[in-house]
Nanobody, 127 residues
C-alpha cells in the first residue's frame, strides 16, 4: 500500500497562486510516477500533471501548461504542484495519485492507470 496525503488547497482570487503538496508513505514506487488530477462538481476526474519518479520528466494537461509546475523531492517522498495565474475554471478537488509500474511509459494521463489516491484537497478560485 501507498498512503498519500495532500495539502495546500484553499481559496484564492483569480490570478493568484497556490502550491499543493502530496506526501507519500508505504511501499516504494521508484519505477513509477505521481500525478495530479482534479474533479469539479458534475465533471469526471481529469489529468492535470504527472512526473516520472525516476527521471523527473513531467507532463501537463493543455489547460494548465505554462501556468502549473510539478516537481518532486525524492528525499521527502513528496510531489508538489505550483499553480499560478489561477482561473475560476481551476476550481476543483485536487487529488494526487501514484502508479507503481509504467511498463516503459513516462507517465499516464488516465486515472484508471493509477493505483493509489489521496483524499483530495479543495481549490477554489474566486472571480
Amino acid at each position: 500500500q501507498v498512503q498519500l496525503v495532500e495539502s495546500g488547497g484553499g481559496l484564492v482570487q483569480a490570478g493568484g497562486s497556490l502550491r499543493l503538496s502530496c506526501v507519500a508513505s508505504g511501499r516504494t514506487f521508484s519505477n513509477g510516477a505521481m500525478g495530479w488530477f482534479r474533479q469539479a462538481p458534475g465533471n469526471e476526474r481529469e489529468f492535470v500533471a504527472a512526473i516520472n519518479w525516476s527521471t523527473g520528466s513531467a507532463g501537463y494537461a493543455a489547460s494548465v501548461k505554462g501556468r502549473f509546475t510539478i516537481w518532486r523531492d525524492k528525499t521527502k517522498n513528496t510531489v508538489y504542484l505550483q499553480m499560478n495565474s489561477l482561473d475560476p475554471e481551476d476550481t476543483a478537488v485536487y487529488y494526487c495519485a501514484v502508479v507503481r509500474y509504467l511498463y516503459g511509459y513516462a507517465w499516464f494521463v488516465e486515472p484508471k492507470r493509477y493505483d493509489y489516491w489521496g483524499q483530495g484537497t479543495q481549490v477554489t478560485v474566486s472571480s
